[in-house]
Structure formats: structure tokens, C-alpha cells
């Protein structure tokens, strides 16, 4: 069996083309090439993800990325079995270029389409690691404005455990480096002041720590911090990104544990972009360590969004039945889709 799928991803600022190859049996697919392009640079003179920049730049860079993904493989167009796409949620306009993209391809080709769930696309991303994971297990989904935690029985069974009631994860990241005066993308830039600074220096609150959801008021807290070092600041800014930083991994981690023992499962899978914080995986590393339950990751290449598990996750689906390609060739997006939309168990 050699049956392969490009994916297209195109949810937000970053254009993601990849191919897959369909594992044989129950063997995983495996990833044949990825090409990905972000929009960073882009995008940082106005301080965040401008839409309208972004499914710009999307048109420029997909068919290219195809090409190059294509290159890589050593395949011709033709090759190419079914074509997936990102089909929500994200930027309407953004992954409007993906899926029209997409579906132009696979009818010039004759092929079928699928429209993927872009979360799932991460949840299912550590399948694409040196070792990916066994069902089941915890998920802890750390990606943009979604920080969920669920149990996977497998492909489409998901059943979820907590999540956000405020800022998500990288959310908290990306506002408290704003009122840190730090540049866009806020995130990682927190994470990297971060390891110059004492975590131990502030003392911010653990939102909700005993609640069964995650994140809430921590910008606030911050803000506070903030306003009372004033002209202080800059000389303090390592110390309260460090301490930021702990608040919100010590929540990610505690909330985690917690799902283990309620669960009584042995394996957790983190994905996600947030999920490439150095000092969230130390601490979940050797918290689960100390447990005796294994941790899976995505490789750092693939925390942030990419075409790969876009083409993984459409592969993984079809290879158990669960979801069902045509040749209909229409397409709409949701740019609001809840992950129960697609989960039997989530909509219990």
C-alpha cells in the first residue's frame, strides 16, 4: 500500500504543506517531507496577526511549499492519493486559501478531500515523534487560545477533562509579555527572558489550582506586579517572566497529575505550541518520571502549527474508519469549531 496525502495548513500566521504516506495495517503513517513558512517577521511591526496580512501571504506561499514538499519526496503531483486540508478552527479569510487551495488540487487531480479539525491535528502530532504514543492516554493540548486536558481512547474518541475558562495557556504567555513591554510573538520571547530570571521572585497567584478548570486572572496579577515596579521595570523584567513562567507551568503540570490519577492512565501526550516550553517539559519530565508514567511530545519542529499533522491526523482517520473522503468538492470553513463536533464521546 503506498497511499499518500498532501496536507494543507493555513489556520492562522503560519503556511504548512506536508506529504504522508498511509502505514500498512495498523503501522502508523509515516512523514515523507514538510515544508513550513511563519509569519512572524511579518506580522511583528503591528504588534499581532493582522487576517487580512495573513491569508494574503498564505496565497503566496502554499503552492510554493507544495512544490518544495513535493521536491523533497521525489514525486510527481500525481502521485498524490487524497489531499487534506485545515478546515477550522482559525482566521476565516486564512483558512478560506487553504481549503480552496486544497479542493482545487484534489479535483484537478480527480482525488478525494477531507477538511481536518485543526486541534486534533496537534493532539495526534506526537504519532509523527521517534516515539509516539499508545491509546490511551491524557492529552494535554496547549495551542494558541484552546489549553484543554482530555482522555484519548483513540482516533475521534476524545472525552474532555478540564480546560480554559479564561486565558489559555499561551494565551497568559502572550499577555503578560505584552505588559512586559515584550515584543510579538510574546510567548516564546517570556519563556527565553525567562531563563535569566529568578522564578521565586514575585509571588503570582496559581489560578484555580484546585478547580477542575485552568487558567484565570493570571494577566491581572501580572498587570499589578507591573504597575507597582514601574520605572523599576526593566530592571526586574527577567525576574517577573521567570515567575510568570512558574505560575503558569505549575498549573499545566499540577492540573495534568491530577488527570493522570483521575483517570488511572500511565501515559501522557503533550501537544501543542506552548508544548515546546523548555521548562514545562523539565517539570512534567520529572514529575511523571517520579510516577512511573510515560511522556510523549511532539518534536519541537512540530509544536507550532504545520502541515504534517494536518496530513497525519486525515491519515490516521481514514485508517480507522472514522472519517470518509469524497470527491465533493465545495467546501465551507469554521473558524469556531468545538473539538466535540467531531467526538462522540466530547458531545456526550
Known amino acids: 500500500m503506498n497511499f499518500l496525502i498532501l496536507g494543507v495548513e493555513s489556520s492562522c500566521d503560519e503556511t504548512g504543506v506536508a506529504l504522508v504516506r498511509q502505514g500498512k495495517g495498523a503501522a502508523l503513517p509515516v512523514l515523507l517531507a514538510h515544508a513550513l513558512h511563519s509569519q512572524i517577521a511579518m506580522h511583528q511591526a503591528y504588534g499581532g496577526v493582522v487576517p487580512e496580512l495573513a491569508s494574503r501571504d498564505h496565497i503566496r506561499r502554499v503552492l510554493p511549499l507544495a512544490r518544495a514538499v513535493l521536491a523533497e519526496a ?126 521565586a521572585a514575585f509571588k503570582l497567584p496559581r489560578p484555580l489550582l484546585h478547580s477542575g478548570d485552568l487558567f484565570a486572572g493570571l494577566k491581572t496579577a501580572v498587570l499589578t506586579q507591573a504597575k507597582k515596579l514601574g520605572d523599576a521595570l526593566p530592571a526586574h523584567k527577567a525576574d517577573l517572566a521567570a515567575s510568570t513562567q512558574a505560575a503558569i507551568v505549575e498549573v499545566l503540570v499540577k492540573k495534568s497529575l491530577k488527570a493522570l490519577a483521575q483517570t488511572g492512565l500511565r501515559r501522557l501526550v503533550v501537544a501543542g505550541g506552548v508544548g515546546a516550553n523548555r521548562q514545562l517539559r523539565a517539570m512534567l519530565d520529572a514529575a511523571c518520571a517520579e510516577r512511573g508514567v510515560r511522556v510523549h511530545y511532539p518534536e519541537l519542529q512540530l509544536c507550532t502549527d504545520n502541515g504534517a499533522m494536518i496530513a497525519m491526523a486525515a491519515a490516521m482517520r481514514v485508517q480507522v474508519g472514522v472519517a470518509f473522503p469524497d470527491r465533493r468538492y465545495e467546501f465551507d470553513v469554521r473558524p469556531r469549531w468545538p473539538l466535540q463536533a467531531i467526538s462522540p464521546a466530547l458531545a456526550a
Open 74 to 199: 521525489a514525486l510527481p503531483l500525481n502521485a498524490v492519493d487524497l489531499v487534506a486540508f485545515t478546515r477550522g478552527p482559525g482566521l476565516a479569510g486564512a483558512l478560506l486559501v487553504g481549503a480552496g487551495v486544497a479542493c482545487a488540487l484534489a479535483a484537478a487531480l480527480n482525488v478525494p478531500v477531507l477538511g481536518i479539525h485543526h486541534l486534533e491535528g496537534h493532539l495526534l502530532s506526537p504519532f509523527l515523534s521517534a516515539d509516539p504514543p499508545e491509546f490511551p492516554f491524557v492529552a494535554l493540548l496547549v495551542s494558541g487560545g484552546h489549553t484543554q486536558l482530555m482522555r484519548v481512547d483513540g482516533v475521534g474518541a476524545y472525552a474532555l477533562l478540564g480546560e480554559t475558562i479564561d486565558d489559555a495557556a499561551g494565551e497568559a504567555f502572550d499577555k503578560s509579555a505584552k505588559l512586559m513591554g515584550l515584543p510579538y510573538p510574546g510567548g516564546p520571547v517570556l519563556a527565553q527572558l525567562a531563563e535569566q530570571g529568578d522564578p
